[in-house]
């Protein structure tokens, strides 16, 4: 006869007194623990549409689609398909903000079955920010206001970074492209995107 080790006592003797690790789903509801990779989920408020975890994301679960034409446009899209997703996590750590202040954050929520597959996704939308002049898509306007933060007085090098911040502050408005029409220059002062912002400087 083969008699158990003093280990595997001790572990029995353990699940005696604590209980089965096993849960009792789908009878009762599973809580999954607390750093268990589960589902990533958007911050509205925290995400800046940069499109980094779309760049990054191995199985292509993160898209976006940018709307010019219809109510609340421009704006982009970014949608999240849960049933591509692998949890990897990947996207929380691309995220260009700083950890812990991610755009995207990994909860522990596992249980993501769906009876209608086209209806796993979940999506946030951004402001975008277009060129004042040929219309083109510079970016999203926290991604904008973001960078010119991050860059501080740097940024005043660039005037499409530094009037994104200051329309954020509500420092400056339409006024001041007014004052500038009547001398043609009032391009100086509108959000371009590159080659608009080399013709103003290059050309005029
Ligand atoms: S967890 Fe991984 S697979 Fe899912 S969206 Fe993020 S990067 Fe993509
Ligand atoms: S801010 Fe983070 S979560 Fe939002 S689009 Fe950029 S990388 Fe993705």
């Known amino acids: 006869m083969k ?8 572990e029995a003797v353990k699940a005696v007194v604590k209980g089965p690790y096993t849960s009792k789903f789908p ?3 599973h809580i999954a623990h607390p750093n268990f990779r589960g589902q990533p989920v958007f911050d509205q408020d925290k995400c800046l549409g940069c499109l980094a975890c779309e760049e990054c994301c191995p199985s292509e679960a993160i898209t976006h ?12 899209v970014m949608i999240h398909h849960t049933d591509d997703c692998i949890y990897c996590g990947v996207c929380v750590d691309a995220c260009i903000r700083e950890t812990g202040d991610t755009g995207i954050v990994q909860t522990n929520d596992w249980n993501l079955a769906y009876f209608d597959r086209s209806k796993a996704f979940e999506t946030i939308e951004k402001d975008l920010q277009l060129c004042e002049v040929c219309g083109v898509i510079i970016g999203t306007k926290d991604h904008l206001v973001w960078i010119a933060e991050k860059l501080g007085e740097l940024s005043f ?10 329309r954020k502050l509500g420092l400056a408005d339409d006024n001041i492209q007014a004052v500038l029409e009547d001398n043609g220059r009032s391009d100086r002062v ?4 590159a080659e608009c ?8």
Do not use: H
């Open 3 to 10: 008699y158990p080790k003093i280990r595997e006592i001790v």
């Open 157 to 166: 090098s660039n005037p499409t970074l530094y009037l994104s911040r200051l």
């Open 27 to 29: 009878a009762e509801p």
């Open 65 to 76: 689609e940018d709307i010019l034409e219809g109510p609340g446009a421009p704006k982009r």
């Open 190 to 193: 509108k959000i371009l995107c």
């Open 197 to 204: 912002r080399r013709k103003t400087t290059l050309y005029e």
